[in-house]
């Protein structure tokens, strides 16, 4: 199995930066990719940006791009997401997600349903 543990959330103000962390343990080596999801109240939870461990391809929602930016340190088994001009609508839970399959992984990473591990979440809230 694959624990992960989020950090980095809190509240900033709208036009602000926060770095969020998602620390792997356990099975990492059977990891093939991280995503970012996040859920906002009353939503479904949504793909926010995602990173494979061996090579760093990056995927983004087009509601982040050019805001947010998916890192990984292999070393660390930790990914990170730096989220730059917050809005208030990026207010939510946000939640790292680990896989350990790469069939079909690249023209699915969007989805919840390839993601076989998750983190309990950390919450960001951007106010105006």
């Known amino acids: 199995q694959v624990q992960l543990v989020e950090s980095g959330g809190g509240l900033v103000q709208a036009g602000g930066s926060l770095r969020l962390s998602c620390a792997a343990s356990g099975r990492t080596f059977s990891s093939y990719a991280v995503g970012w999801f996040r859920q906002a109240p009353g939503k479904e939870r949504e793909f926010v940006a995602a990173?494979?461990?061996?090579?760093?391809?990056?995927y983004y929602a087009d509601s982040v791009k050019g805001r947010f930016t998916v890192s990984r340190d292999n070393a660390k088994s930790t990914v990170y997401l730096q989220m730059n001009a917050l809005k208030p609508e990026d207010t939510a839970v946000y939640y790292c997600?680990?896989?350990?399959?790469?069939?079909?992984?690249?023209?699915?990473?969007?989805?919840?349903?390839?993601?076989?591990?998750w983190g309990q979440g950390t919450q960001v809230t951007v106010s105006s």
């Open positions: 997600a680990s896989t350990q399959s790469f069939l079909y992984w690249s023209r699915n990473y969007y989805r919840r349903t390839q993601y076989d591990y």
């Open positions: 990173i494979v461990w061996s090579g760093g391809s990056t």
